[in-house]
């Protein structure tokens, strides 16, 4: 299996040995269930998605970390494999980096267990009452809090299948059918802001998601 490293070079992925998945060939070993690996500066990666940040609206950056969740990138791995095969999702460029604002409370529930659909809510659901994301970190800063010890917020860079697209509605449970004559269970993959130029988007399964660098900024 192959995956696409930092640099845009494709690599290897190997097997854990601990957790027996496959994960990137450039993670660090762990023992854990979950690691956080701070990037630091000379990082070409540090450089990527520092400037992706910034060049969005993001803050000054403290620190980035990359989150080594094996679990939780196998379901996404298998989510996204399957998108990318089923002849009904008709956007096969289906993968994008989003951001999502968070605070110290749940930042360690979502390294762990991924963003969790019942928080929806608490923040929006005029999309959708499902997991949201932005295009832009500024957006997503509103919603990044300070921790009570720090001062600091936290957002996650994240990798979304937003796969197939269409028009949220305010308190929506799932999307909609992508062809309501043909069948009621072949939903729409994520909701949107604006169908033709999106720049928030709802997802609505576990798998659709994973929180791949955190990046703590003030």
């Not at 994520?190 to 900024?217: C, G, H, K, M, R």
Request: some cysteine; charged content about 20%; glycine content about 6%.
């Amino acid at each position: 299996m192959e995956l696409r490293s930092p640099d845009g070079v494709l690599a290897k992925v190997r097997r854990n040995d601990l957790t027996k998945v496959d994960v990137p060939s450039f993670w660090k070993p762990q023992k854990d269930k979950v690691m956080l690996v701070e990037i630091k500066a000379p990082d070409p990666l540090y450089k990527k998605v520092a400037c992706q940040f910034q060049k969005t609206g993001g803050q000054t950056i403290i620190k980035i970390e990359r989150v080594q969740n094996p679990e939780l990138y196998m379901q996404y791995s298998a989510k996204k494999m399957s998108m990318d095969n089923s002849p009904n999702v008709k956007n096969k460029s289906n993968e994008m980096e989003l951001y999502h604002g968070s605070d110290a409370n749940t930042i360690n529930a979502i390294c762990s267990q991924g963003f969790n659909r019942s928080f929806a809510g608490r923040n929006a659901v005029m999309f959708g009452r499902g997991a949201y994301f932005a295009l832009n970190a500024n957006y997503s800063t509103g919603y990044s809090h300070p921790d009570p010890n720090t001062g600091f917020k936290q957002m996650f860079q994240t990798l979304v299948l937003v796969g197939d697209m269409c028009a949220g509605q305010n308190g929506m449970i799932a999307p909609p059918p992508r062809d309501p004559s043909v069948s009621q269970v072949d939903l729409f993959d994520t909701t949107v802001d604006n169908p033709s130029n999106p720049t928030i988007f709802v997802t609505y399964s576990d798998a659709q998601t994973y929180p791949e660098y955190l990046i703590t900024f003030q």
